[in-house]
């Protein structure tokens, strides 16, 4: 099994809409209005060209996705500090684990080690039965929160990356 991890490019954008609609398809069910979650491959290729888009590959096939909003981009998070969004994760992988790797991934490689960034944030919906505790045991706080219109309460989330921060 080979994994690697690179930027989507535009040529993934089939790939990506249908990885995410079976990825949130649970989402759907819960009446959550992620991004994700209904997207067309419109809102996919503007999503891959306005944002680092990255997947995770095993043995070519892409089976996870995740992408950073930049806070200089169309789509800032909250804080000023790159923005987690859109992940998903192939539910037919049958694998444990693939997501956090994928995210601790672009968490040190890219966030912490190239963009230099001290922090990381995301968001996530109120109504969700399982994320925030999940990302609150890998190190996220609760740092926020806002009605955006979308029929849940968006909680964001912080984690720091880096402790050597001025």
């Known amino acids: ?42 809102t996919v290729r503007k999503n891959i060209d306005n944002h680092a888009c990255y997947v995770m590959e095993q043995d070519g096939n892409i089976i996870a996705t995740v992408t950073i909003r930049m806070p200089w981009g169309p789509q800032p998070g909250p804080f000023g500090l790159p923005h987690i969004w859109w992940f998903a994760v192939d539910p037919d992988t049958g694998q444990k684990g693939v997501g956090s790797k994928l995210l601790s991934w672009v968490e040190e490689t890219i966030i912490r080690d190239t963009l230099k960034a001290p922090a990381v944030s995301l968001g996530t919906a109120d109504k969700h039965p399982w994320l925030i505790e999940m990302y609150e045991r890998k190190g996220y706080v609760r740092a926020g929160e806002k009605d955006l219109g979308k029929g849940h309460i968006t909680v964001y989330l912080r984690k720091e990356l880096r402790n050597d921060w001025l």
Do not use: C, W
């Open 1 to 42: 099994m080979t994994q690697q991890f690179r930027l989507a490019t535009l040529d993934d954008a089939n790939v990506l809409l249908d990885l995410s609609l079976r990825a949130y398809e649970p989402i759907r069910k819960l009446g959550i209005h992620f991004t994700a979650a209904t997207a067309d491959l419109d």
